[in-house]
């Protein structure tokens, strides 16, 4: 008898009137700073987590080498603390077991956690990292999507500012380890381009009041200026440069104007604004960067973060080509992400050693209330616009 009802099972199965047994969901976690000081780059990155995982599962799955699975997320959050996040990458591998892993935010985030996916093995694609400490790191676990790093950055900053009309600035600059660094090469970068650094000052990561510094950048009458802000100081300085009357051509932050509320909150006086960031949905090039512009708004109702959203989406969509030809044996996905190159939001990635091999260093501007690349030429979708 058990035997005919186990048969009729199957035959109904088969015909599609009742559902097959599901499959086995693909376990994938990370870390995320979603309190803490870095708490407001957090939503930047889970959202673009959350919109490829549902996008995934909406579409039938993970194709896991020929095999359709769902996609579970696994999370935990790291307090914006780096050696928390190495303590939680160990818990997901050791004791929660996951397939795959996505990565934590920040650089320091990073690099904590390269040494625990080499000890164990554990290939990761990273994305929101940008130091020239990640050549240091051992290459065959760990590799870093974005081409925003320090030493490219300051020389390419310095010519686009060149380029347009900028004959003195003054720099300030937060003391955290991603500003510092790019300190150390812009400063050479300006001087090498003939560009007058009139005022050079530094501040705290928790500064709650910018009027002093900006009142010495109004006093100085440079026609650019450089703020090596994280996003929390780029809405400070923001608010107060309109209260100071800060007005000059060339205004550049470092990290912050991409958040979509960044331009909500500023309105027309955030207009011309220059920051870090290599991908826009304008590229006609990269045909999936419209699509996914689109479904991100239509999801979230508001536009993604140009620079980590766009990273951490970057970052899944290499992992799910990877996946597609390697499955989830550990070996075949380190050689899969190591030697192939990936149809991205941001064109063509490939790597070589730890680095994306392909994406120019590049710079956006905030035009009428939209981000538009303008740097370097071959991917703008816009020219540079005096503020």
């Known amino acids: 008898m058990k035997r005919i009802v186990h048969f009729i099972a199957l035959l109904l199965c088969s015909l599609g009137l009742i559902p097959a047994q599901a499959a086995e969901p693909v376990r994938i976690g990370f870390s995320i700073a979603k309190t803490g000081l870095f708490a407001q780059a957090a939503p930047s990155q889970i959202t673009a987590y959350e919109l490829w995982a549902n996008q995934v599962n909406a579409a039938g799955g993970l194709d896991v080498a020929g095999d359709r699975r769902p996609v579970e997320l696994v999370w935990f959050d790291d307090e914006s603390d780096p050696a928390k996040s190495a303590q939680i990458y160990e818990k997901l591998i050791s004791d929660e077991k996951v397939d795959l892993l996505l990565a934590p935010w920040g650089t320091p985030h990073h690099l904590n ?9 554990f290939p990761m694609v990273g994305n929101t990292a940008a130091s020239v400490a990640v050549r240091e790191v051992q290459p065959g676990n760990i590799w870093f999507s974005t081409s925003a ?20 600035v003054a720099i300030i600059a937060n003391v955290l380890p991603f500003a510092q660094e790019n300190l150390q090469f812009l400063v050479p970068a300006l001087e090498a381009e003939g560009i007058e650094i009139a005022l050079n000052e530094s501040y705290p990561p928790d500064i709650s009041d910018m009027t002093g ?8 009458g440079v026609d650019g200026i450089i703020a090596l802000s994280y996003p929390a100081d780029s809405f400070l300085y923001m608010g107060q440069a309109r209260e100071v009357g800060i ?74 080509q990877a996946v597609a030809t390697a499955g989830l044996d550990r070996d075949k996905l380190r050689t899969a992400i190591a030697s192939s190159t990936f149809d991205t939001i941001n064109g063509e990635v490939s790597f070589e050693g730890v680095e994306n091999a392909v994406t120019p260093t590049a710079f956006l501007q905030l035009q009428g209330g939209d981000m538009h690349l303008i740097w370097p030429e071959d991917i703008a979708t816009a020219s540079f616009s005096p503020r």
């Not at 956690?113 to 093995?121: D, T």
């Not at 510094?213 to 100085?220: D, F």
Request: aromatic letters at 12%; proline letters at 5%.
């Open 149 to 168: 790093i320090p030493d490219r950055i300051g020389p390419e900053l310095a010519a686009l500012a060149k380029q347009s009309g900028v004959k003195s």
């Open 247 to 320: 007005d000059v051509s060339f205004e550049f932050l470092l990290v912050g104007p991409t958040i979509s509320a960044f331009s909500q909150a500023f309105g027309d006086f955030a207009d011309g604004i220059v920051t870090i960031g290599h991908w826009s949905p304008h590229q006609s090039k990269w045909s999936r960067a419209k699509p996914f512009f689109d479904a991100y708004v239509a999801a979230y109702e508001m536009n993604p973060d140009y620079l980590d959203t766009a990273l951490a989406y970057m970052s899944c969509e290499i992992l799910e």
């Open 113 to 121: 956690v390269a040494g625990v996916v080499e000890r164990h093995g």
């Open 213 to 220: 510094l900006l009142s010495q950048i109004k006093a100085a």
